[in-house]
């Protein structure tokens, strides 16, 4: 988001709260203003790309995959207020079509929509595929199928060969140069995000801990605004709780108005302060194949450690202040993690959201999976490869590049080595409460043991190239 999309949000919500006064029979209306915000906002946060049409063509398609989960996971009949809520999308992407008319300045999307008759056609035939699909196929392939879909279009984007392949394919259905083709033409604002989240539905369908959601509830939280481009993760159930109870929730009060602009602030400070002057002397490819020292490699990645942290972090803060400002109160993403002292802390307070999904839908069920196979593998090597399993997750989620393999491999290591420790150790470390200064002293060894650790492990994350951050780390000690 830029600093013009957070004026946006933070001050419509001050007209939100006044249109929609607590208490009052509007009020009711609450959610239906936040799914139409979310709507439109996908379309305007999304970046402006090469190919001709796709930077329309992509939220279109996350509202169409994100209908064809709910139909996919939906308890019970379709309702009435389901019907209105699929009419009215589609009348908001044909109105958005429509702005094809106006200029630029008037427009919000990225560049000029398509002609609302294609738009109108694509969404009569995604209708009746996805219609079809849920009245004729059983509830099980339905689910996979989704998945599959989700799966697919995430690997897609994330491999840069497959990206590239596609990119070239699409230019030359819109007549452009395929030799410009490169994965940076699919640039989907917002899919990692929305991907988890709905992989996190048809999960939760199919084990029967999904609750029952209505089409418009579904929608606002798969796409609601605020988390759209950079998280936190949400849970469903939990979202839907603070989405029912927005009529009779307060919003023109002191504390609220004071903690959602506060978080936003802070926010803005963290990343277009702190973060972006860091920028300026982190870690990069450019960076390191110019640096001359040693000690210049190691000021580059602590300052790209804390670039990393202030940016991310800051984004997470202005996410919950717009929110807070809305009536919804996101999970928090970040807990001092530097400070932390052995690297499971570190995961239990980076990234909260993610960790706890991959703790959820990746761990969990492949370590009972392993228990359940004829040979069963030893209660460690279950913790170990469960760890590479989540972590190697957690890293190709970023992209599908050896480095990021390497930097989920590097931190599956390092928290089964802590699980190892932590085991043959417990005892002795429950002996130091009576040794109040031999703790303490043992708690900053493992808070910069886990720091340096991480930090090593960005040299796999900050560099594209996994020849040059071999090469890097290598120079951090002096060789190479």
Do not use: C
């Amino acid at each position: 988001m830029t600093l013009l999309h957070i004026a946006v949000f933070a001050l419509g919500s001050l007209l939100y709260a006044v249109l929609f006064p607590t208490g009052s029979r509007r009020a009711n209306g609450r959610g239906w203003v936040l799914l139409i915000v979310s709507v439109v906002a996908i379309y305007w946060l999304q970046p402006a790309l090469p190919i001709r049409n796709l930077d329309f063509a992509l939220p279109t398609v996350t509202l169409a995959l994100t209908v064809f989960v709910w139909l996919a996971t939906r308890q019970g009949d379709f309702q009435r207020q389901d019907l209105y809520t699929l009419l009215l999308i589609v009348a908001l992407v044909l109105v958005l079509s429509a702005t094809r008319y106006l200029i630029p300045e008037l427009r919000p999307t990225p560049s000029r929509p398509p002609d609302i008759l294609p738009v109108a056609l694509a969404l009569l035939v995604f209708g009746v595929i996805a219609f079809a699909a849920a009245r004729f196929l059983p509830r099980g392939p339905q689910l996979a199928l989704a998945a599959l879909v989700i799966i697919t279009l995430f690997v897609v984007i994330k491999a840069n060969p497959l990206a590239t392949g596609v990119s070239g394919w699409l230019r030359a259905q819109t007549g452009q140069d395929v030799t410009l083709a490169g994965p940076i033409d699919l640039g989907w604002l917002g899919f990692s995000y929305v991907a988890f989240r709905l992989l996190h539905m048809l999960r939760d369908r199919q084990t029967g801990k999904l609750p029952a959601l209505s089409l418009r509830e579904h929608l606002t939280y798969v796409i609601f605004f605020p988390a759209y481009t950079a998280g936190p993760i949400d849970r469903a159930e939990r979202f839907v709780k603070d989405d029912r109870a927005l009529p009779e929730t307060p919003l023109l009060t002191a504390p609220r108005i004071a903690l959602g602009g506060g978080r936003i602030a802070l926010g803005l400070f963290k990343k277009f302060v702190i973060a972006d002057s860091l920028a300026l002397l982190a870690l990069n490819a450019a960076n390191a194949e110019q640096a001359t020292s040693t000690f210049g490699l190691w000021l580059m990645l602590y300052t790209y450690a804390f670039r990393l942290y202030f940016d991310f972090s800051g984004y997470t803060d202005i996410a919950l202040g717009v929110g807070i400002l809305y009536g919804v109160t996101l999970p928090e993403n970040f807990d001092r993690p530097y400070l932390k002292p052995n690297l499971t802390a570190f995961w239990q307070s980076w990234h909260i959201t993610l960790g706890n999904w991959a703790r959820f839908y990746v761990f969990s069920p492949f370590s009972r999976w392993l228990l359940t196979r004829p040979r069963k593998p030893s209660p460690l090597m279950i913790v170990l490869l469960a760890q590479l399993a989540t972590m190697i997750v957690i890293g190709l989620w970023h992209g599908f590049t050896l480095t990021f393999l390497l930097w989920g491999i590097w931190h599956a290591l390092g928290l089964f080595a802590h699980k190892v420790w932590t085991d043959r150790t417990r005892k002795w470390y429950a002996g130091l409460k009576d040794r109040p200064r031999r703790k303490q002293a043992w708690t900053i060894a493992g808070m910069l043991l886990t720091f340096h650790f991480v930090l090593l492990g960005w040299v796999w994350f900050a560099l594209p190239d996994a020849g040059l951050a071999a090469r890097t780390f290598l120079r951090l000690f002096g060789l190479g």
